[in-house]
């Protein structure tokens, strides 16, 4: 009997070998992804070859061969594509091959590969996979909802595992899984919040896949995402492992439970922390709430958000409430002030103010911070169009110098090179604000950048949050910055706050360094406050 405690885990979205376009931090060896298997407690891993899909399908697949020698617990996907032009072979001929090679899964790459995928081009090749009883995998980026449509109505035993959506695609998404049951998706990047179990409510478990889109995203992300999942014990064992089992015919044998630390023990069995955790970015939707900016927000009122805060151990938020940022930054501070007086012990308030409709900026912040006790300060470029260096911030930006306040300064709509600008304005003019360089963590050459202006100016930090997940990220921080200088935070519930609480709990990184980002560099920043 499988240990619930213990979940298997079989990761349907990995890339072995070379591929082009590689920063020069990112791993991508074999070895160091199977390391990565054993650290976060990972049976086996569907893999494909990069240079199949950058460069020849043909060639890829015949490296992943020498690839999937080095462990039993890698499974081969061949990167196929239509033969019309003599560079692929026939369809039966590619199953032949794939059987022969003891491939159990074929991946399509329509854009790359300069196809349509119309039942005239690949129609042929597609019946071969059907027929062989193979799954077919997709990314996204690779199709249109109306192309992937057209293959599941034609193809109805073939099943679809599609990849590599974004959170805010749930409305694409979700009528053709209602249509078609012969699709499945992962959650590699589909990370809206509660998106497993809206997923699980809706279809069941047998269609939903675990994957995480190594070495690029973080494993320990994608698996907190499933251990987390508040959905019955039987559902976690078919996502994390069982429903690619059935559909490659594999058994994989079971792993040990990652136990590198409190932290990593407590995330793999799906228990809340039991360090001090501090959400420095999250956002909120209004009481009743259910869409902004044109995205579902379902379940993201402060009471359900508070419930599953509570359910994974983060102790306290500080918010920025959707409306705020997205147009009525007057409306986004009530609702603040309302989460507030609602759950004083674990919310606290970010002002947000929008001067293209606030005349007195100045009056405006002082009203919080004075009458209403708000602690940090979000203006948003995004929606303004105001740089953060501009003059009618000036009263405010030194308002929150004096009070020694912090700012959460996201880079949206901005230039790489203007925003790094305006951060080291603001760095050198207020130094007793705490400055938040938000999403820092989201690329490799990201964060070269931001880590350089963190290293310079003491009041600088780096926000970790984003979709991307990037894996060895932290470490790569933890080394050139210091542990000091990072933050933890989730920007829920735009994505979902387990997959960001993953990416961190399993860093390869020491405990303390994991207390010190979860909450207590944030802790240390709240005690500097001093008032109005």
Same mark, same amino acid.
């Given at each position: 009997m499988h240990d619930i405690k213990n979940l298997q885990f079989f990761d349907s979205n990995v890339c072995v070998g070379k591929v082009g376009q590689k920063h020069v931090l990112q791993r991508w060896k074999t070895e160091d992804i199977l390391a990565e298997m054993d650290r976060c407690g990972v049976a086996g891993a569907l893999v494909y070859h990069g240079l199949a899909k950058v460069y020849s399908p043909q060639y890829g697949n015949r490296l992943l061969e020498e690839e999937l020698k080095k462990s039993k617990r890698l499974a081969g996907c061949w990167i196929v594509m239509p033969h019309h032009m003599g560079d692929f072979p026939e369809p039966l001929e590619v199953?032949?091959?794939?059987?022969?090679?003891?491939?159990?899964?074929?991946? =399509?790459l329509p854009k790359t590969n300069r196809y349509n995928p119309d039942e005239r081009t690949i129609g042929q090749l597609l019946s071969a996979i059907e027929n062989a009883g193979f799954p077919l995998i997709v990314d996204a980026s690779e199709i249109e909802f109306g192309q992937l449509s057209d293959i599941l109505a034609r193809h109805p035993a073939l099943t679809v595992v599609l990849q590599g959506l974004s959170w805010g695609?749930?409305?694409?998404?979700?009528?053709?899984? +209602?249509?078609? =049951?012969?699709?499945? %998706?992962? &959650?590699?990047?589909l990370q809206s919040n509660e998106m497993v179990e809206i997923a699980y409510e809706r279809y069941g478990a047998d269609r939903l896949i675990f994957g995480s889109g190594m070495p690029y995203r973080s494993l320990g992300a994608a698996r907190a995402f499933i251990d987390y999942a508040r959905i019955p014990d039987e559902a976690k064992i078919l996502i994390a492992g069982g429903n690619l089992m059935r559909l490659t015919g594999l058994e994989l044998p079971e792993q040990k439970l990652p136990d590198q630390d409190e932290v990593t023990l407590q995330a793999a069995q799906g228990l809340p922390l039991t360090i001090p955790v501090y959400d420095s970015h999250t956002h909120l939707i209004e009481e009743n709430g259910r869409t902004g900016g044109g995205r579902a927000f379902l379940r993201g009122d402060i009471d359900h958000m508070i419930n599953a805060y509570r359910a994974i151990g983060i102790n306290k938020?500080?918010?920025?409430? /959707?409306?705020?940022?997205?147009?009525?930054?007057?409306?986004?501070?009530?609702v603040a002030q309302?989460? =507030?007086?609602?759950?004083? +012990?674990e919310v606290v308030g970010y002002v947000t103010i929008d001067p293209n409709y606030i005349t007195d900026v100045e009056g405006e912040a002082r009203k919080w911070y004075s009458e209403k006790g708000f602690r940090g300060m979000k203006p948003y470029y995004w929606t303004s169009r105001t740089r953060y260096t501009d003059e009618v911030y000036r009263p405010w930006f030194k308002m929150a110098n004096r009070m020694r306040l912090y700012a959460l300064l996201d880079p949206g709509a901005y230039s790489d090179a203007q925003y790094l600008e305006d951060i080291e304005t603001l760095a050198s003019l207020y130094p007793d604000i705490s400055l938040f360089m938000d999403h820092a963590g989201r690329s490799f050459e990201v964060a070269v950048e931001y880590g350089r202006l963190a290293k310079k100016y003491p009041?600088?930090?780096?926000?970790? %949050?984003?979709? %991307?997940?990037? /894996?060895?990220?932290?470490?790569? &921080?933890?080394?050139e910055v210091g542990v000091e200088k990072i933050l933890f935070g989730t920007d829920s519930p735009m994505r979902d706050p387990r997959p960001q609480l993953g990416w961190l709990a399993y860093a390869n990184i020491s405990y303390e360094d994991k207390k010190a980002i979860f909450g207590g560099n944030m802790i240390k920043i709240m005690e500097r406050y001093c008032g109005i």
């Amino acid at each position: 009997m499988h240990d619930i405690k213990n979940l298997q885990f079989f990761d349907s979205n990995v890339c072995v070998g070379k591929v082009g376009q590689k920063h020069v931090l990112q791993r991508w060896k074999t070895e160091d992804i199977l390391a990565e298997m054993d650290r976060c407690g990972v049976a086996g891993a569907l893999v494909y070859h990069g240079l199949a899909k950058v460069y020849s399908p043909q060639y890829g697949n015949r490296l992943l061969e020498e690839e999937l020698k080095k462990s039993k617990r890698l499974a081969g996907c061949w990167i196929v594509m239509p033969h019309h032009m003599g560079d692929f072979p026939e369809p039966l001929e590619v199953v032949k091959q794939m059987k022969e090679k003891g491939i159990v899964a074929a991946r =399509i790459l329509p854009k790359t590969n300069r196809y349509n995928p119309d039942e005239r081009t690949i129609g042929q090749l597609l019946s071969a996979i059907e027929n062989a009883g193979f799954p077919l995998i997709v990314d996204a980026s690779e199709i249109e909802f109306g192309q992937l449509s057209d293959i599941l109505a034609r193809h109805p035993a073939l099943t679809v595992v599609l990849q590599g959506l974004s959170w805010g695609m749930e409305r694409k998404l979700l009528p053709v899984m +209602d249509e078609f =049951i012969n699709l499945c %998706t992962d &959650f590699s990047t589909l990370q809206s919040n509660e998106m497993v179990e809206i997923a699980y409510e809706r279809y069941g478990a047998d269609r939903l896949i675990f994957g995480s889109g190594m070495p690029y995203r973080s494993l320990g992300a994608a698996r907190a995402f499933i251990d987390y999942a508040r959905i019955p014990d039987e559902a976690k064992i078919l996502i994390a492992g069982g429903n690619l089992m059935r559909l490659t015919g594999l058994e994989l044998p079971e792993q040990k439970l990652p136990d590198q630390d409190e932290v990593t023990l407590q995330a793999a069995q799906g228990l809340p922390l039991t360090i001090p955790v501090y959400d420095s970015h999250t956002h909120l939707i209004e009481e009743n709430g259910r869409t902004g900016g044109g995205r579902a927000f379902l379940r993201g009122d402060i009471d359900h958000m508070i419930n599953a805060y509570r359910a994974i151990g983060i102790n306290k938020m500080s918010i920025a409430p /959707w409306v705020g940022i997205e147009g009525d930054s007057e409306a986004g501070n009530e609702v603040a002030q309302r989460a =507030i007086r609602k759950y004083p +012990d674990e919310v606290v308030g970010y002002v947000t103010i929008d001067p293209n409709y606030i005349t007195d900026v100045e009056g405006e912040a002082r009203k919080w911070y004075s009458e209403k006790g708000f602690r940090g300060m979000k203006p948003y470029y995004w929606t303004s169009r105001t740089r953060y260096t501009d003059e009618v911030y000036r009263p405010w930006f030194k308002m929150a110098n004096r009070m020694r306040l912090y700012a959460l300064l996201d880079p949206g709509a901005y230039s790489d090179a203007q925003y790094l600008e305006d951060i080291e304005t603001l760095a050198s003019l207020y130094p007793d604000i705490s400055l938040f360089m938000d999403h820092a963590g989201r690329s490799f050459e990201v964060a070269v950048e931001y880590g350089r202006l963190a290293k310079k100016y003491p009041n600088i930090y780096l926000q970790l %949050t984003f979709t %991307t997940v990037t /894996w060895g990220v932290i470490e790569y &921080f933890v080394k050139e910055v210091g542990v000091e200088k990072i933050l933890f935070g989730t920007d829920s519930p735009m994505r979902d706050p387990r997959p960001q609480l993953g990416w961190l709990a399993y860093a390869n990184i020491s405990y303390e360094d994991k207390k010190a980002i979860f909450g207590g560099n944030m802790i240390k920043i709240m005690e500097r406050y001093c008032g109005i």
